[in-house]
């Protein structure tokens, strides 16, 4: 939900922010801008579009050199995704230029203000509001910092914003209110963005800033104060990655890159976590085993595939650790009356760890006093600061809207923690939670397999590229993934896709199954009889009705051969952990079919990574 960078230093300061946001516009792809302060003199660049477009028009006319600068990649709010809308916005006097992230929600109080004032607002933004309020301040006679400090105090809603004045040419001032913003750091220059990725290839020192903070970036220095100017905390970090895991590395879409880094970043959430009494550990948890045997209901909020991996949780905690669990979409959370106590645990689960809507519910349930557990894979970011604990996924960066290694690392994730619920109440003995963590670790193994084998997948997705529709049906953890399968191929090939509960499929859903309606069901291993053969009838009930299967089975299982056109088999696993193995194949079959069709898997159509606005 738009990128933002900032820049002071010795290097062409154009080329560093436009390198950063090449890395961010993953965040939004609206539109696209830069502001550069050169020689006592604002000069403002922004294109609709992708950033090709913006780069095209500064080739065009290249800007004067200057070692500060701002930069913004869009994800639209408030205006249509045109020139004009697009960050940054400059004030009347075209001396003040601002770039934000989020929404302010008093905007239009503010513009009517402004213009009664005699300021003239040339866009439909919230954002530049902001610009002309900064505009009043600095002519008052404050320094752009004071002024950013002021202003902020007039706004409500979530804010990232970041400005430079010409009356400062050595100075990029940032603020923010929930919405992300990191500072870089580095030697002699130094670098504000939504996220590490946009400078990383200069540093891998950052800095996370706190809520309602200000910071004032200069090439030799920092400086973090609060909304009202008093010197604030931060904290400081190394980043544990570098700048190839956030290139393609030869893919031609990261998504594609992510798909195969799957082994890798789930064998790194599950490292050391067995520690030498043999015991399930995980270190960052900060919720004491005391607390949890004090548990009695575990509630799961989250968004889109960070829902889903919460309700194949829901499985794993109840059975491992006999608790019971309920998951929420985290928007809608809040708006019922949840009931939470002191002994309720509330994972929150978000890759990014910026999802307006989770972090709100989380702010909801403890102010509920529940304890609040977050998994999180972006070190730095709001939710595991807002948690009581957190489990971070070692995922490493992902970039490629559609969720893939993030969810495989956030299924184990939360495996781990339904393992250590389990140990800690003892529902389950050391022994079991060491075996289950021993087939844990041989997941990266079954899923190369997997991935060695998805030649057909493709070939099957390519011939379906003029569908319209296509159903996805699952059982017990097999649900999830279905509803997972069909949110990467709405988001990737913009098709009808839905995922059933294959038992629902005689209460409605079978009246959508016509002559060749390709139908994908993810069938349970053959150990789980009950739920298996119950599938298998569903195949047939589809089959008979005209539906062209593609079936989902553990490799051996023959029984499905009769009813499937086509058969794709994962290796055998435990049920509870057959998502890890299920969901790999239709992530290549939405990222392949979308191909097919010629969309941009990594920038899908009206989407942004981060959904930082509710
Ligand atoms: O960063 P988060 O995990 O909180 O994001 C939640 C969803 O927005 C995200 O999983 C989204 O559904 C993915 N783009 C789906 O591929």
């Excluded at 931060?234 to 893919?251: I, R």
């Excluded at 900060?286 to 989250?302: G, N, P, T, Y």
């Excluded at 009808?496 to 209460?507: P, S, T, V, W």
Aim: charge should be negative.
């Amino acid at each position: 939900m738009c990128g933002i960078v900032g820049y002071v230093g010795g290097q062409p300061a154009l080329d560093v922010v436009v390198e950063g946001l090449a890395r961010l516009e993953y965040r939004g792809y609206d539109s696209a801008g830069v502001a550069l302060v050169a020689g006592g003199e604002l000069a403002v660049e922004k294109r609709a579009g992708k950033l090709v477009n913006l780069r095209k028009a500064l080739d065009e006319a290249p800007p004067p050199a200057a070692s500060t600068g701002i930069g913004h990649t869009r994800w639209a709010t408030h205006g249509a995704p045109n020139d004009t809308n697009a960050h940054p916005h400059a004030d009347c006097s075209g001396t003040v230029a601002v770039i934000h992230n989020g929404i302010i929600e008093n905007f239009a109080a503010l513009r009517a203000e402004l213009a009664e004032n005699g300021h003239t607002l040339t866009s439909d933004t919230d954002t530049e509001a902001v610009a002309h309020l900064l505009e009043d301040e600095v002519k008052a006679g404050a320094g752009l910092a004071d002024a950013m400090r002021r202003v902020c105090g007039r706004l409500e809603g979530a804010f990232t914003l970041v400005a430079v004045h010409t009356g400062e040419p050595d100075l990029v001032v940032g603020a923010r209110r929930n919405s992300p913003l990191v500072v870089g750091r580095g030697d002699g220059e130094n670098f504000l963005a939504s996220d590490v990725a946009a400078f990383i290839a200069h540093t891998r020192d950052a800095i996370e800033l706190g809520q309602d903070q200000v910071v004032e970036l200069r090439a030799d220095g920092v400086v973090v104060t609060d909304f009202s100017g008093a010197p604030a905390d931060v904290t400081e970090y190394h980043v544990d990655w570098d700048v190839s895991a956030a290139e393609k590395g030869g893919f031609d879409y990261f998504m594609l890159k992510e798909i195969a880094e799957q082994p890798r970043a789930v064998a790194d959430t599950l490292l050391g976590r067995i520690g030498a009494d043999g015991r399930l550990t995980l270190d960052e948890m900060r919720i004491s085993d005391a607390q949890l045997r004090e548990i009695d209901k575990v509630v799961i909020v989250a968004c889109g595939t960070a829902y889903h991996a919460g309700l194949i949780a829901k499985y794993a905690i109840e059975h491992w650790a006999g608790l019971p669990c309920e998951v929420e979409l985290a928007h809608e959370f809040r708006y019922r009356d949840p009931i939470l106590t002191r002994s309720t645990l509330v994972i929150a689960i978000s890759q990014s760890g910026e999802t307006m809507d989770t972090l709100m519910a989380v702010r909801h349930a403890r102010e509920q006093r529940a304890r609040v557990l977050g998994v999180c894979n972006v070190n730095g970011s709001t939710l595991p600061r807002e948690c009581d604990g957190v489990l971070y996924t070692h995922a490493g960066p992902e970039i490629a809207v559609a969720s893939t290694k993030a969810f495989l690392t956030q299924l184990v994730a939360v495996y781990l923690i339904a393992l250590y619920l389990g140990q800690v109440r003892g529902t389950k003995f050391g022994d079991e939670v060491r075996d289950m963590i021993k087939v844990l670790s041989g997941m990266p193994d079954k899923l190369d397999q997997v991935l060695e084998t998805m030649g057909p997948v493709r070939e099957l997705a390519r011939s379906l590229a003029n569908e319209h529709c296509v159903l996805f049906l699952g059982r017990h953890v097999g649900f999830p993934v279905a509803m997972e399968g069909a949110l990467k191929l709405k988001e990737l090939a913009y098709m009808h896709a839905e995922g059933f509960a294959a038992g629902e499929l005689k209460h409605g859903p079978i009246a959508l199954i016509e002559q060749d309606l390709p139908v994908v069901v993810v069938v349970p291993p053959r150990a789980r009889d009950v739920l298996h053969d119950k599938i298998v009838s569903n195949i047939q009930e589809i089959r008979a009705r005209g539906a062209r299967t593609i079936v989902i089975a553990e490799e051996g299982d023959t029984s499905v051969e009769p009813y499937a056109d086509t058969l794709i088999s994962v290796p055998a696993v435990p049920t509870l952990l057959q998502p890890l193995v299920a969901t790999v194949p239709l992530q290549v079959f939405a990222c392949e079919l979308a191909t097919a069709k010629g969309h941009d898997v990594d920038q899908p159509r009206n989407l942004a990574k981060s959904v930082t606005v509710e």
